[in-house]
T-cell receptor
């Protein structure tokens, strides 16, 4: 079955450093989604990427979708303590099919000030 | 609060007991999902409804698990004869069918501890 893998599993950075997490799928994705889960919280939708090679930015966060639509990355510039949490990627399924999301194991980011 | 709500937030039970959780999705959302999450893992899909129809069920879901969404609004997830391995956070999410993506809105979860 389809698998979604993320690396690294954990990352610790000093506040102000950059951070990148990578997501790889065993199959081509129609789209990919990113979620953030704060400690003790629930996953919160960040963004969806649909097009091959797509790049989207949200303030200090940059999301990329690979040309082959099998991988993606999330890059955070100048991390802040508010960025702490676990970042999950998932296959986005399709709105028409309404398929369930398959999540990676996530990358847990810790930031020290 | 117009987000997804789940009750109870915490449940402690003894092995062998039955438990039932409730999820109230965002009111206009017609799709509802149940996931299970254990420490250090991403959410694991259990089952999915569109309106009142259960359209997909994980092969990992044993016959001790059953879910319903009788009127296409709230949903319940029941676990019969609980086992210690059932201890986890049970997350509910909802989404709206239509154009665009399948972004899901998660509830706060029900944390189940089986003693």
């Amino acid at each position: 079955g389809q698998q979604v893998m993320q690396i690294p599993q954990y990352q610790h950075v000093q506040e102000g450093e950059d951070f990148t997490t990578y997501c790889n799928s065993s199959t081509t994705l129609s789209n990919i989604q990113w979620y953030k889960q704060r400690p003790g919280g629930h996953p919160v939708f960040l963004i969806q990427l649909v097009k091959s090679g797509e790049v989207k930015k949200q303030k200090r966060l940059t999301f990329q979708f690979g040309e082959a639509k099998k991988n993606s990355s999330l890059h955070i510039t100048a991390t802040q303590t508010t960025d702490v949490g676990t970042y999950f990627c998932s296959n986005g399924g399709s709105r028409q099919a309404g398929t369930a999301l398959i999540f990676g194991k996530g990358t847990t980011l810790s930031v020290s000030s | 609060d117009t987000g997804v709500s789940q009750n109870p937030r915490h449940k402690i039970t003894k092995r062998g007991q039955n438990v039932t959780f409730r999820c109230d999705p965002i009111s206009e959302h017609n799709r509802l999902y149940w996931y299970r999450q254990t420490l250090g893992q991403g959410p694991e899909f259990l089952t999915y409804f569109q309106n009142e129809a259960q359209l997909e069920k994980s092969r990992l879901l044993s016959d001790r698990f059953s879910a319903e969404r009788p009127k296409g609004s709230f949903s319940t997830l029941e676990i019969q004869r609980t086992e210690q391995g059932d201890s986890a956070m049970y997350l509910c999410a909802s989404s709206l069918a239509g154009l665009g993506g399948n972004e899901q809105f998660f509830g706060p979860g029900t944390r189940l501890t089986v003693l």
